[in-house]
């Protein structure tokens, strides 16, 4: 999963994540496209594999649950 933040409260939160931890995320699946031309596609999938399968989440909360 590749995750956008929202904020940079949100960016340092992210960045607070370790392995075990549990979270609770809210937010979006999205595309990114740029003015380019490039694009990334987010998998619509969760049984996807190879490439295109990973997830884009545009991160508007998050928790670490305790």
């Known amino acids: 999963m590749h995750m956008i933040p929202a904020g ?3 960016e340092r939160s992210l960045m607070n994540v370790r392995e075990g931890d549990v979270i609770v995320l809210k937010g979006y699946l999205v595309d990114v496209d ?3 031309g490039w ?5 619509m999938s969760r049984t996807d594999t190879g490439t295109g399968a990973c997830e884009i989440v545009y991160v508007e909360s998050i928790s670490i649950e305790t």
Do not use: G
């Open 8 to 10: 940079s409260a949100v």
């Open 34 to 36: 740029h003015d380019s």
């Open 39 to 43: 694009r990334w596609r987010t998998s």
